[in-house]
């Protein structure tokens, strides 16, 4: 089945605002890039700290857990500078990510804005894009620089990305693997969409009332979205009148 039962969120027919998650979203979990992007932060502290991968990896995790991203963790404890941080995080091989025609052309019949709201560095989404083949698809990435390192679900990032692009929240639909960093999502009045299939603390409790729709194959349920919408009059077309 592609989609779940949707638990509430606004009528899709009524969202002008798509935004999107990047990494394990618009691609398969299945890829498996932040293994690599794992390996490439431990390579990173080793060097750093003088210390071996399995400090480093314990290191990692803490950060993770007690600040959202490893990156404000080495910002705030270590005084790492972020930009040379992830420069070197995300020089990795993006081949495992393959073309994806039917989301892009679910995307192109998609009406309303599309933006793109990313923990990860700009750069990283462009490659990423050009795989998937959707490097013009999106309005504008918003990435972990413009957030000012305040990861997602910091509220503070989801504020800046609003007051960024003018997005109303309330006729916004947010897409994310990530259950939790729906939850700010679901609190400013967006509708929500969660995709799931990642490790257990991206998962979201059946039922939850920051998820609105569960969603397993993005670019169906898109393609769907569109007969949704009421059919637009052809111009000169007069209204018709009720019997």
């Not at 400013?188 to 920051?210: E, F, K, N, R, Y």
Request: proline share 8%; net charge negative; with cysteine.
């Amino acid at each position: 089945m592609n989609a779940r039962t949707p638990n509430g969120g606004r009528p899709l027919r009524e969202i002008e605002t798509w935004v999107f998650d990047l990494d394990n979203t618009l691609y398969p979990h299945s890829c498996n890039l932040f293994s690599e992007v794992e390996a490439r932060m431990a390579e990173f502290m080793c060097a750093e700290f003088g210390i071996d991968t399995e400090a480093a990896h314990a290191m990692r995790r803490r950060y993770f857990m007690t600040y959202g991203t490893t990156l404000r963790g080495l910002m705030n404890e270590n005084g790492i500078d972020p930009r040379r941080f992830l420069d070197y995080v995300h020089q990795i091989d993006v081949t495992p990510v393959q073309p994806a025609p039917k989301l892009k052309a679910a995307l192109r019949a998609l009406e309303g804005r599309k933006l793109i709201f990313t923990n990860a560095d700009h750069r990283h989404a462009e490659r990423v894009l050009e795989r998937l083949g959707l490097a013009d698809a999106f309005e504008a990435v918003f990435d972990i620089h413009q957030a000012d390192y305040l990861p997602k679900p910091n509220h503070a990032a989801y504020a800046m990305f609003i007051e960024r692009f003018a997005v109303e929240p309330r006729s916004a639909a947010m897409v994310e693997d990530i259950a939790p960093n729906l939850v700010p999502a679901h609190a400013l009045g967006m509708t929500t969409v969660w995709i799931p299939g990642g490790p257990d603390w991206t998962q979201a409790q059946p039922d939850a009332p920051h998820v609105h729709h569960v969603v397993e194959d993005l670019a169906a349920w898109l393609a769907e979205v569109p007969a949704a919408r009421p059919k637009r009059r052809k111009t000169g077309e007069p209204k018709r009148r009720s019997a």
